[in-house]
């Protein structure tokens, strides 16, 4: 008898998603497993959303950014008799294994489940905002990425056309990774991100002499969970640099579009390692891709741990906020 195995997106949609649930439909078959879908996230699976999973269910699908099971944040899954549920649901079809691609709230819920039921599981990391503890890569995150440096070259033409401030929002929450790594690979002129302490009135002199030098136009890109709003920065571009500003909070696009050939990639690889890691033991894994490749980490190491940056990015932020 074949054994069964499923699989959820659970929170925020990430373009990487469908590509891997291709991978987990086609390596479970070639492993011979009986592969399953949860619909909706984790509310799915306590309706009882569960679908045998076909490989004509995931033919031309690699190239859509979303998820075609859908997603969910689900409250419910935070109370026991929720869980309870969920746990006869997958216990009525046979399902012994579950693979989970979420976020840090995904994996907390996951972590209690598992406390609670003893239901094999295997997170893979699918956040834009790379605000995983144990992980330097999250699913989706190339392609956020690539989004984000499209959408600031795309703006820069019109702040260098009219002499502006264009003052640039990413997503991220309480993590400025998006922001950080998207002002060094696009030259911006200000960066502000949660991590670092600042203060407006330590970049005021530097902007200013770039302003007297010839430069016309400047581009910030700020992190969504700064003290200031993008208005807030916009004014003070005007007030003290004495530049026309506007504003573009690029929002819901960065978690959209066409997956990047790199998330493609990296979704093969998460899946091909979750579910070889569920086939031998590891029964509460969340596999992490960091300097050494790709690792199985305890779910204990992972869940309710802070993220932090890159220490070679943060480096790099304060060389290029000196200049």
Known sequence: MERKIAIVCSGGDVAGMNPALRYFVEYSLKNNLEPYFIYDGFEGLIDNKIKKASI??????INRGGTIIKSSRS???FDAKYRAIAKDNLEKIGIDMLIVLGGDGSFRGMEVFYKEHNIKFAGIPSTIDNDIAGTNYCLGVDSALNIIKDAVDAIRDTAESFNRALVIETMGKECGYLALTSALTSDADLCLIPEVEYQLSDFEESLKQKYKNGKKYFIAIIAEGIK???NDIAKWFEDKINIESRVSILGYIQRGGIPTSFDRLMAYKFIKYA???LLNGKNDSIICFGNSGF???SIYEVANQKYSLDKSLLEAFSYHTKG
């Open 275 to 277: 579910i070889d890691g």
């Open 75 to 77: 409250k419910r899954f």
């Open 295 to 297: 690792e199985y980490k």
């Open 228 to 230: 200031e709003s993008a």
């Open 56 to 61: 004509f269910d995931v033919e031309d699908i």
